[in-house]
């Protein structure tokens, strides 16, 4: 049930702007106070920062820093969309995927190739 309760929380608000119009939505937003307004203008300011510091938690930088980098440089110095930082990271990532498979697949391959010497 509580998914259906938080989808809710979200449909229902979006839903009712919608059938009510952008007149009423208007108005009620020129009802809130400017101090409220100016802060949450200020929070959606800040979000991205926040996001971005989340992620940057979560990421292994002390392994993969130089895709940061890489990623930085094409958003800031080249004006690369995000979809193509995206698609550069997917391929990217891909290839780290097939190195590790390699190298972990590596020594199970030697040691049956030893077993198949000791057979002999």
Same mark, same amino acid.
């Given at each position: #049930?509580?998914?259906?309760? %938080? =989808? !809710? *929380?979200? &449909?229902? /608000?979006?839903?009712? *702007?919608?059938?009510? =119009?952008?007149?009423?939505?208007?108005?009620?937003?020129?009802? #809130?106070?400017?101090?409220?307004?100016?802060? !949450?203008?200020?929070?959606?300011?800040? !979000? /991205?920062?926040?996001? +971005?510091? +989340? $992620? $940057? #938690? %979560? +990421? /292994?930088?002390?392994?993969?820093?130089?895709?940061?980098?890489?990623?930085?440089? !094409?958003? &800031?110095?080249?004006?690369? /969309?995000?979809?193509?930082? =995206?698609?550069?990271?997917?391929?990217?990532?891909? @290839?780290?995927?097939?190195? @590790? #498979?390699?190298?972990?697949?590596?020594?199970?391959?030697?040691?049956?190739?030893? =077993?198949? $010497? @000791?057979? @002999?």
């Amino acid at each position: #049930m509580s998914p259906l309760f %938080y =989808g !809710l *929380c979200s &449909a229902l /608000p979006v839903f009712l *702007c919608i059938a009510i =119009g952008p007149t009423v939505v208007n108005a009620v937003l020129d009802f #809130m106070p400017v101090w409220f307004t100016t802060g !949450l203008s200020v929070a959606g300011g800040v !979000l /991205p920062g926040v996001g +971005m510091a +989340m $992620l $940057l #938690m %979560y +990421m /292994p930088l002390s392994k993969y820093w130089s895709f940061l980098i890489i990623g930085f440089v !094409l958003t &800031a110095y080249l004006n690369v /969309p995000v979809l193509g930082v =995206g698609a550069v990271g997917l391929a990217a990532a891909y @290839e780290v995927y097939k190195k @590790e #498979m390699r190298a972990a697949t590596a020594p199970a391959g030697a040691a049956s190739s030893l =077993g198949d $010497l @000791e057979d @002999e």
